[in-house]
């Protein structure tokens, strides 16, 4: 079993609709969970850090974790084609874990 | 936010040959700095993690005195690609953490092509 799961997608989503990913981990002892986004040939990019259970949002993004179930998520609201990108979830235990990433395509 | 800076961003070189790329954390203090490399379309792989004043850490598979990492002071790290070859073109990107739990910062990468 992988550290940190994610679907690969992809997942295409139009213009204005909430995009969903989805990421669990395996370490119960995790404490930290981030996302990144990653465009086509550049590094990635943080947008979202989450430390405690429960809901905390940044814009139009709203990041989810629940602890019990070892599940975080990330929503977007009001997509835009701007947003298709990969989005790496990121999980800091013991050591740092990342996933392989949710490629999300906005369609205009 | 935190800044992260490589350099080069691009480099060509023959094979044979070696290639240093520096990671600099700008504007804050980096206890460990991260080397990952991916392939087009792959996600990333962490190669190896330093933390400042101590050998590196190499993940299983990552040849150490192939892929040197010196990480001197707080806020610049080094990856020496020796004796490169064509397999070793990829997208070399490093990131830096503030501390233990903090979420890690990137550079921008450097595209490595040997010829």
């Known amino acids: 079993q992988k550290e940190v799961e994610q679907n690969s997608g992809p997942l295409s989503v139009p213009e204005g609709a909430i995009a969903s990913l989805n990421c669990t981990y395996s370490?119960?002892?995790?404490?930290?969970f981030f996302w990144y986004r990653q465009y086509s040939g550049k590094s990635p990019e943080l947008i979202m850090s989450i430390y405690s259970n429960g809901d905390k949002e940044d814009g139009r993004f709203t990041a989810q974790l629940n602890k019990a179930s070892q599940y975080v998520s990330l929503l977007i609201r009001d997509s835009q084609p701007s947003d298709s990108a990969t989005y790496l979830c990121a999980v800091k235990g013991n050591q740092f874990y990342f996933g392989t990433g949710t490629s999300l395509t906005v369609i205009p | 936010g935190a800044v992260v800076s490589q350099h080069p961003s691009w480099v060509i070189c023959k094979s044979g040959t070696s290639v240093k790329i520096e990671c600099r954390s700008l504007d804050f203090q980096a206890t460990t700095m991260f080397w990952y490399r991916q392939f087009p379309k792959q996600s990333l792989m962490l190669m190896a993690t330093s933390n400042e004043g101590s050998k590196a850490t190499y993940e299983q598979g990552v040849e150490k005195d192939k892929f040197l990492i010196n990480h001197a002071s707080l806020t610049l790290s080094t990856l020496t690609v020796t004796s490169a070859h064509p397999e070793d073109s990829s997208f070399y990107i490093c990131s830096a953490a503030p501390g233990p739990n903090h979420e890690q910062y990137f550079g921008p990468g450097t595209r490595l092509t040997v010829t």
């Open positions: 370490d119960r002892v995790s404490q930290s």
